[in-house]
């Protein structure tokens, strides 16, 4: 059975992890959770962040028949991306939806994603180590359906 293959998407500002809002994200940078990420990879890992909505869509495109499964933090465009909602329905595999913070412990902007109905999953609130909580949680799945 070949490798799995995993795309991590992540959303707008997050390249700006480390030094935004420590308060909310902690000082982990996104380079650091790419490196915890290719460390626990037991397959290929796609590891990518873009801060435009057209370019996470066709990410998700890109992933269809590609990966075996996807961990996405859209950001900002959890509350209103319709597009990344719809491009997650086309992808149609195993997805994660992952959020560094609670988010349903801040302000009530926040509360209501619009990728959580779509998605296979959710995990928020485990601050940056949630992503290697996300791809052990993902290879669980796929080796599940195989």
């Not at 940078?29 to 066709?58: D, M, P, Y």
């Not at 290697?132 to 669980?140: F, G, L």
Request: proline share 5%; aromatic share 6%; net charge negative.
């Amino acid at each position: 059975m070949p490798s799995p293959v995993i795309h991590v998407l992540n959303g707008p500002n997050l390249n700006t992890l480390g030094m935004r809002e420590p308060h909310i994200y902690g000082t982990t940078t996104l380079a650091e959770i790419e490196s915890w990420c290719r460390a626990a990879a037991r397959g290929t890992l796609e590891f990518r962040q873009s801060n435009h909505e057209g370019e996470i869509v066709e990410l998700l495109h890109a992933a269809r028949g590609v990966a075996d499964g996807v961990i996405i933090n859209p950001a900002g465009y959890s509350f209103t991306s319709v597009a990344i909602m719809d491009a997650l329905k086309i992808y149609g595999g195993l997805v994660i939806e992952l959020h560094i913070s609670n988010i349903h412990a801040r302000d009530p902007i926040y509360h209501k994603s619009l990728m959580s109905p779509v998605v296979t999953a959710v995990i928020a609130g485990l601050g940056a180590r949630g992503y290697v909580t996300a791809m052990q949680a993902m290879y669980e799945m796929i080796e599940a359906r195989r």
